[in-house]
């Protein structure tokens, strides 16, 4: 039948295309929550079209749906007044577009998520000195993964061709089924990590007591984190000077010069400072302080080794490198600790009823500090106005709003991972629907698609994608792969996100398709003859989507090594089918905090990816909450004297290790370190 029915609609106005106006609203306000200021417009512009793109898959599926059932109530009851009068539907004017713009759509973002982004992040993190250089060294290091995939392909290819017979029409179609295999896999780590983790999330904001112990160990493992980029900061910084002292005396060296020229144009002058004073080798050696520096036309200062100084044109190129990526970091660090205190402070100030007092042999030592400026966290600074409805918001609303919230998320997370399990047996032989989410859409699209419907279809699926997204845009891995909130992420690590959100937007909507357990894509109302396609097309019952009619039904043709071989030799149903289980069975290991185990063995290998845990639960304890309570409590004080927060931070070091100190000695009280700040006061 045709396709193009046109359904009852009070408006030609195209209700479907407000899901791209959303999604590009939202993509802008991610961009202005997470860039960083010094983020170029065109980085921007990218990450802001990836996003938007990413997100209108999902955003406009509903509409899609509900077009879908209008027109078979069109269908079902005939043309005329009284299909009318039966069908409420809403303005779809136009909406045959997306039978044509969806494949624009996922070309754009195929385009986007495995190549374009990618590149422009090795080219923002290259260390060449040129442009020309950065494009030549972003060309070299996408060759080293292109090349060799491209002839694994070209094998793979072969192998099919020769052993089963497949046409080049069938290996376009498994090709691109491969690639949204990738992104259905990464759905599911996502989005079983989501499907925990959001309820589990919403009902620890409403843990009062819980929240104040976390915001005192965030700001001690953030100090960590700033000491660390800074220790790195300066021991690069002191690299820099060792080889620009050692090149001075080099003959023949010019090229050399002028680039380490442009890496001395990066050093900060006040850490280029501090770091001549207290100069030291590279690899050990003396610690003469300021004689470790050279006078113009003096000697040069002798290594202990000099070879491990990066005297080669390979070696000045990761050492800029290193500098712009230990800058970067110490300044990202630095804005988070400071972002982390005031919020630490200003929590405290409202949920804390009387919190710790600066010690007594501090306040013996200050003397002309007033006691207005060391008064207790649990005075709350006074605020015009509306101080005491957002404290009544904070203190009794927001929690038990969150509570509520949880509930409800766990009650869709319950339904969803139902869902999700019992795909398996809607394929043969089975041919058994237990999807509610199935039932409820086929007993309300017997209507048409009305406002209430499309609502009821944007619960699902918008619930899934905040899991997913929940999951991707907190992921903490290394750093050029982690967003940090409130205007603190670089262009590289936005662009690292932005690659996946294009790999997961197509993979959403097949797997939104599958939980109401629709068979390759086709959409269906009672038909008869179970699973039998054949018999439900005789029964004239089955509505296409356009979404269905895209490339995303080519994410059932997947190899066979994935799950066993149709007639025409792919994947078939066993893999669409059967991947789900994998959402069951992360949400089971997410549930029961399995996945540390695992990060703990990655760590070995990478530590940038290790991160230290924290648990609400009350018997819960780290040295690193009252150490972040004390650091809380100097940071309020420098703030009422008018000091820049972390200024004393180097006075704090190891604040956040005294409880892996303590183990190390043996004992059983946490190391004096700290102490160092009330001797210094």
Not at 298 to 315: C, F, M, N, V, Y
Not at 440 to 464: A, D, E, K, T
Request: with cysteine; net charge positive; aromatic share 10%.
């Amino acid at each position: 039948y045709n396709r193009h029915i046109v359904c009852s609609c009070s408006s030609p106005r195209p209700m479907w295309f407000l899901g791209y106006m959303a999604s590009f609203t939202i993509a802008v306000f991610l961009v202005r929550y997470y860039a960083e200021p010094r983020v170029s417009w065109g980085i921007k512009a990218i990450v802001t079209l990836s996003w938007g793109l990413g997100f209108s898959y999902f955003l406009v599926l509903p509409f899609d749906i509900g077009n879908a059932f209008c027109s078979n109530c069109e269908r079902a009851h005939g043309s005329g007044n009284a299909s009318h009068s039966l069908c409420n539907c809403l303005p779809t004017a136009g909406i045959e577009f997306l039978e044509d713009l969806i494949p624009v759509v996922y070309t754009i973002t195929m385009l986007l998520g495995y190549v374009m982004n990618d590149l422009l992040r090795g080219f923002l993190d290259s260390g060449e000195f040129t442009k020309r250089g950065r494009m030549k060294d972003t060309l070299i290091e996408a060759a080293k993964f292109y090349v060799p995939a491209a002839f694994i392909g070209l094998g793979f290819l072969i192998y099919m061709l020769a052993a089963t017979g497949l046409t080049l029409q069938n290996l376009q179609g498994l090709g691109k089924g491969l690639m949204n295999a990738i992104g259905l896999f990464l759905l599911i780590a996502f989005m079983s990590y989501g499907l925990v983790e959001v309820p589990r999330h919403l009902w620890n904001l409403g843990n009062i007591d819980g929240l104040l112990r976390y915001y005192k160990f965030r700001v001690a493992v953030q100090s960590e984190a700033l000491q660390n980029a800074r220790r790195k900061l300066e021991e690069t910084i002191e690299l820099v000077q060792s080889t620009d002292t050692h090149l001075r005396h080099e003959p023949n060296a010019d090229q050399l010069r002028e680039n380490m020229a442009a890496i001395l144009r990066r050093c900060p002058p006040s850490m280029w400072r501090s770091s001549t004073q207290a100069l030291r080798p590279v690899n050990g050696g003396g610690t003469s302080g300021s004689s470790a520096v050279s006078e113009p036309g003096s000697a040069p200062q002798i290594l202990k080794d000099e070879k491990l100084l990066p005297t080669t044109r390979k070696g000045l190129v990761a050492l800029h490198l290193r500098l712009k990526r230990a800058l970067a970091n110490e300044k990202r660090q630095r804005s988070m600790y400071e972002h982390d205190v005031r919020q630490a402070i200003d929590f405290q100030a409202i949920f804390e009823v009387a919190g710790p007092q600066l010690p007594t042999s501090c306040t013996s030592t200050i003397g002309s500090v007033s006691a207005a400026s060391i008064r207790r966290f649990g005075e709350p600074t006074p605020k015009p106005g509306s101080h005491s409805q957002v404290s009544r918001w904070r203190r009794t609303v927001k929690p038990l709003l969150s509570r509520v919230l949880s509930i409800a998320c766990v009650a869709l997370s319950l339904v969803i991972v139902w869902s999700e399990g019992t795909i398996m047996i809607d394929g043969r032989p089975f041919c058994i629907n237990l999807s509610p989410l199935s039932y409820l859409f086929q007993w309300m699209g017997r209507g048409g698609g009305s406002v209430v419907v499309v609502g009821f279809l944007f619960v699902p699926i918008l619930y899934c994608a905040m899991c997913t997204y929940f999951a991707m845009f907190r992921m903490k891995l290394c750093e050029g792969m982690t967003l940090h909130p409130d205007r603190h992420s670089d262009g590289s690590s936005m662009l690292f996100n932005a690659t996946y959100a294009c790999r997961l937007g197509p993979a959403i909507c097949f797997n939104y398709l599958k939980l109401l357990h629709a068979p390759k894509g086709l959409y269906y109302h009672e038909g008869p003859g179970g699973c039998d396609e054949k018999a439900m097309n005789a029964a004239r019952n089955v509505v296409q989507t356009y979404f269905s009619q895209t490339r995303f039904g080519n994410m059932d043709e997947v190899p066979p090594p994935f799950g066993g071989a149709d007639q025409q030799g792919t994947g078939g149903d066993y893999f669409n089918n059967y991947a789900p289980l994998l959402i069951v069975v992360l949400c089971g290991c997410t549930y029961l905090n399995l996945g540390s185990g695992l990060l703990s063995c990655c760590a070995k290998c990478m530590p940038c990816v290790a991160a230290p845990a924290f648990s609400f639960d009350d018997d819960f304890s780290d040295t690193r909450i009252d150490h972040g309570a004390q650091i809380l409590l100097h940071e309020k004080q420098a703030l009422a004297e008018g000091t820049a927060l972390g200024s004393n931070l180097q006075l704090l070091s190891g604040a956040t290790s005294d409880s892996e100190e303590t183990r190390s000695r043996g004992g059983r009280q946490p190391a004096r370190r700290f102490n160092r700040f009330e001797d210094q006061l």
